[in-house]
C-alpha cells in the first residue's frame, strides 16, 4: 500500500530555514517521481517541486533558488530544504506520488495519485 508521510513543518520567522521531510512506503524511489506541493488559506494547491526516480528535480519559479529538494533512497524519504522564507510561504505543504516521472513544472500528473495528510509551515515575525 502506497503511503506518504510529511512532517517538519512548524513557526519560522521570515527570513528562516525549514526542511520538511515526505516519508515513503510502499512503493521505490527509482520508480516513482515525488512532488511537493502547498495551499494557503483562501487560495489553489500550488505545485512546488518535483524529483523524479532518476534525480532530475524541477521547481516552482516562486521557490526557485529558495527551496531544494532531495532524496535518500535507503531512509526512502524526500526531503524539501526552505530558506529564505517569506510571509508568502505559509502554507499547508503536502508531498504526492504518482507518475514515474516530473513533467517539468507541471503537476497535474499528480492530481489521482496517492498523498500525505500535509504538514502546517507558518512564517511569521
Known amino acids: 500500500q502506497v503511503q506518504l508521510a510529511e512532517s517538519g513543518g512548524g513557526l519560522v520567522q521570515p527570513g528562516g530555514s525549514l526542511r520538511l521531510s515526505c516519508a515513503a512506503s510502499?512503493?521505490?524511489?527509482?520508480?516513482?517521481?515525488i512532488a511537493w506541493f502547498r495551499q494557503a488559506p483562501g487560495k489553489e494547491r500550488e505545485g512546488v517541486s518535483c524529483?523524479?526516480?532518476?534525480?532530475?528535480?524541477y521547481y516552482a519559479d516562486s521557490v526557485k533558488g529558495r527551496f531544494t529538494t532531495s532524496s535518500d533512497d535507503a531512509k526512502k524519504t524526500v526531503y524539501l530544504q526552505m530558506n529564505s522564507l517569506k510571509l508568502e510561504d505559509t502554507a499547508v505543504y503536502f508531498c504526492?506520488?504518482?507518475?514515474?516521472?516530473?513533467?517539468?513544472?507541471?503537476?497535474?500528473?499528480?492530481?489521482?495519485?496517492?498523498w500525505g495528510q500535509g504538514t502546517q509551515v507558518t512564517v511569521s515575525s
Open positions: 504526492a506520488t504518482g507518475p514515474t516521472y516530473c513533467a517539468g513544472t507541471y503537476f497535474g500528473l499528480f492530481e489521482h495519485g496517492s
Open positions: 510502499g512503493f521505490t524511489l527509482d520508480d516513482n517521481a
Open positions: 524529483i523524479s526516480g532518476d534525480g532530475d528535480v
